[in-house]
């Protein structure tokens, strides 16, 4: 579907392309700038592919100066930008806007520096995130957040995202593990945020562009931590016959007062799914499982594993196996990590949702999404950060059939009402980009939006990086017509100010 901003959100420019080519040419090799439509095709959607726009231009620059002085002459035109990683984000953050530029951090893939002696890497924003871990590891050492998508994307747009991922539950998101980012702002200034110290001074700017989805300057060199491997790692995989019971454990094996380094549920659909996919060793015949992975010292995880087995069992699960190797452990997490793409194949398209909600809602949360799955006629496969009550629902539809976008959509807003509802929130690991920008204007009142908005123009006077993403408009939330949930229908004249 093409998309389009909405008014309130557009930048004019009235600039001519061909003498813009021209100017980017000064710095850039012509081979890094794509103006055809077919080699921008390539740019037209991230992963969240129900929405397209073909970018004005898209560059790839291979240094800092480069990109400064694309920011310079886009600055100086008024021509929004959108940075680009390996683009497998998923709510359309990455989506081109039709009269900006598509800045490509692709050719950014070095690995600048392996400090083992204070545990860090510093790293341009390219660098796939498996590839970190990949090139630590005869050291002994890892980087900590994992992405299912850790093959494909880059640090840059996991910071931008503020990404998680199975391990997140102990070592934390990006956020946690990075300690210091030098970003390129609009006007081409270019700033270093955080430190390689425990602390830095000043506002925490580094948790400020975490997660800010490119809307506050681009990130051209990061610095993040290294964790050691740990000693040993194992994983229960647990049977339920309902997913209720399923979710209700997750919450029983955190009150237990363990700390899992990951705690997943996938239900049935997706178990089968992931088991035709890859075999993974899962038992289709359960309604849900959960995998609860123990790790750190021997004997602390032999104490855990056998405290977590006891949980699970009290909490009505049919069957807790362990894996009984590490090849065994690793083709558990295989199954679930490949469980997108295996659901992928169940349908022509799927919706991935994305929303936290707190954990001892969880059952009811899951009860609630098979009721909506009925009322819509649409099959959900749930496969998701359990102990962290990050909820993946995956809505399966087909593109073709008049009218199932919109009725996946639909079905996708209410699951994020309900997140709402129940004191959660509407991002989880995602970001909002274009596909939960309205329901933004749920989970926050125009205090809060307008708050947003200020630090926005402190970094961005002229909102033109990455325009019509993450935070909505007055004018948008108006528009939806929800805004009163938490905050006032806005007055016209403050309307005027966004
Ligand atoms: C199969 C699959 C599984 C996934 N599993 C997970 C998961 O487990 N956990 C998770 O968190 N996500 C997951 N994702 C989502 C996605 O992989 C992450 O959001 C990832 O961080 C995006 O990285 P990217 O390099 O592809 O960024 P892109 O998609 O290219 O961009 C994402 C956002 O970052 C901005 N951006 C990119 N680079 C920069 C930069 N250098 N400076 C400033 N802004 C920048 C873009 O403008 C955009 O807003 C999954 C996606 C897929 C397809």
Redesign the pocket.
Known sequence: MAYHLHPSEHVEHHVDKGLFIRSLSEHLKPEAILSDPEDLRPYEC??LSAYRALPWLAVLPDSVEQVRQILRLCHRHRIPV?????????SG??LPVENGLLLS?AKFNRILEIDPENRVARVQ?GVRNLAISEAVAPLGLYYAPD???QIA??I???I??N???VHCLKYGLTVHNLLEVKVATMDGDLVVVGSRALDSAGYDLLALLTGS??LLG??VEATVKLLPIPDTAQVLMASFDAIEQAGAAVASIIGAGLLPAGLELMDRLAIRAAEDFLHAGYPTDAAAIVLCELDGMAEQVETDLAKAEETLSVSGATEVRRSRSEAERKKFWAGRKAA??AVGRLSPDYYCMDGTIPRRRLAEVLRRIGELSAEFGLAVANVFHAGDGNLHPLILYDANEAGELEKAEAFGGKILELCIEVGGTVTG???V?VEKIDQMCLQFGSAELAQFHAVKRAFDPDGLL?PG?AVPTLHRCAEFGRMHVRGSRLPQPELERF
């Not at 959108?82 to 998923?90: C, F, K, Q, S």
């Open positions: 991230d992963g959108v940075a680009r990683g390996a683009g497998t984000g998923l953050g990455a951090l924003p992405p299912s998508s994307c880059t840059g747009g996991n931008a995202e990404s998680g991922g989805e490119g681009v990130i997108f793409p690991e995602h970001g980009g990455n993403k």
